[in-house]
């Protein structure tokens, strides 16, 4: 049975591959309907792409994973698998859980497909700079992947080798939390060996590979590094900086800003799920994620929210009920997804500074990021109190992005802000498709 339902799950991953993966009924790879030559490469390229952008990973569901456990934003729907996320009840048949972690494996299984085969791909036209490029994407686009793993659930099963048929990579073990981060580590310390330092804003670049690299010190408490990094996106003026008011960088469908170091782009034909969730039904949406009255205070006040109000909307009379508008455009889905934005990079400079007690450093890039929202500076000789600052802004900076939940969890605070009594919910279950699955892997406790 184990091995019948890893059979299915593996078809239901390549079959969803099919616009660059061949697969007969046996699971194998046809290779000469595969990675052949440098049009089939980037053809893969871009359908690793449309993973990380799927509506199970950043075209809504992993988001949503943040947004309801954060604390901020409500649930107005019926489903129990949301409302288990608000509640921090989660379970492992959790659907949002599941259908998270079974697209970031996906994304992981294409990467590692591009990763091992475009080395051997034998075409005069493709240059080694080409080849480098796609690898230094995969790579990238990996380590974002085991990144995301690795803050939901701590310690994951390391898949580096391509899944061809259902006896291949069965029973891998969980690795410990380090070992998924240094995993993390070296696919970014890879990328951006083979990337070149140009500025796109919707694929990887080594700059984009900096900017993860400043999250991932953050991450680790490295506040060198994070620092480090950090400063080469900030320092690049030419093509990266705070937009006034804050709003620029989504109104008037806006895409592609200096304000973006990583977004994802969506189409007509190749839409994300964000707005459905936010939008109220007379714009198109169900408005099932809604912001919750502390949040729609702090975001409407001058004194905390300033131009960050323009995040909020609201229905007319007599409903008057406040949406969230990062997320709007028409026709609906085809708003960017943000991975990771210019404000982001200030933010974890000034927390990096901080915590080196560089004080005065610290203030001037939480204040960089509150005068662009249009607020008086923050001033304060106390660590702490500086520490805990640049938590609030990132609470409303990022108010409608993957990022509450987790910055809580790794700050400490989970436990305080959101009354969690047990400390083992601060990573999310491991589905039970796969323990079942995997005869190797062990849920994670208290699940």
């Not at 310690?155 to 939390?177: C, D, M, Q, W």
């Not at 662009?372 to 600052?389: C, E, I, M």
């Amino acid at each position: 049975m184990k091995r019948l339902i890893y059979m299915f799950l593996t078809l239901v991953l390549f079959s969803s591959c099919s616009e660059f993966l061949e697969v007969d009924p046996q699971l194998q790879v046809d290779e000469s309907k595969a990675i052949t030559n440098a049009a089939s490469a980037a053809t893969a390229l871009n359908g690793l792409y449309n993973r990380l952008g799927s509506n199970n990973y950043y075209g809504s569901n992993f988001p949503a994973l943040s947004y309801l456990s954060g604390g901020d934003i409500q649930w107005t729907g019926s489903q129990s698998a949301p409302q288990e996320v608000v509640l921090h009840k989660l379970t492992a048949d959790n659907s949002y859980v599941g259908s998270a972690w079974a697209a970031i494996y996906q994304t992981i299984l294409s990467a590692n497909y591009i990763i091992q085969a475009v080395p051997a791909v034998n075409d005069a036209l493709f240059t080694e700079a080409q080849r480098n490029q796609i690898l230094g994407e995969a790579y990238f686009v990996r380590a974002l992947s085991y990144f995301d793993l690795a803050r939901g659930w701590g310690g994951v099963p390391i898949i580096l080798s391509p899944t061809r048929e259902a006896s291949e990579n069965l029973n891998v073990p969980k690795s410990s939390v380090n070992d998924t981060y240094t995993q993390v580590l070296k696919d970014l310390e890879l990328s951006e060996g083979l990337l070149s330092e140009t500025t796109v804003r919707q694929k990887a670049t080594k700059k984009t590979v900096w900017a993860l690299r400043a999250r991932y010190h953050l991450y680790r408490g490295e506040w060198v590094q994070a620092e480090t990094y950090a400063s080469k996106i900030i320092n690049d003026t030419r093509n990266y900086s705070l937009l006034k008011p804050y709003s620029a960088f989504f109104a008037s469908n806006a895409v592609g800003t200096a304000e973006s170091v990583f977004e994802l782009s969506y189409t007509i034909s190749s839409t994300n799920n964000h707005s459905n969730w936010w939008l109220p039904p007379a714009l198109g949406g169900r408005r099932e994620w809604s912001p919750g009255n502390t949040l729609v205070t702090l975001l409407n006040s001058p004194v905390t929210g300033g131009g960050r109000k323009d995040l909020l909307g609201q229905t007319a009379a007599p409903g008057n009920l406040w949406y969230g508008k990062l997320y709007y455009r028409t026709p609906t889905g085809t708003d960017p997804a943000y991975l990771i934005r210019t404000a982001e990079l200030y933010l974890i400079r000034s927390e990096a500074r901080a915590q080196q007690d560089n004080l005065t450093g610290a203030l001037a890039d939480l204040n960089a990021v509150r005068d662009r929202a249009g607020l008086v500076p923050f001033t304060s000789a106390d660590k702490d109190d500086v520490l805990n600052a640049i938590g609030q802004e990132r609470r409303l900076e990022f108010a409608f992005e993957t990022d509450r939940w987790f910055n809580l969890v790794r700050t400490g605070k989970a436990g305080e802000v959101l009354s969690i009594t047990d400390p083992r919910k601060y990573v999310f279950p491991i589905p039970t498709s796969e323990i079942v699955a995997n005869n190797a892997i062990v849920q994670n406790e208290g699940y």
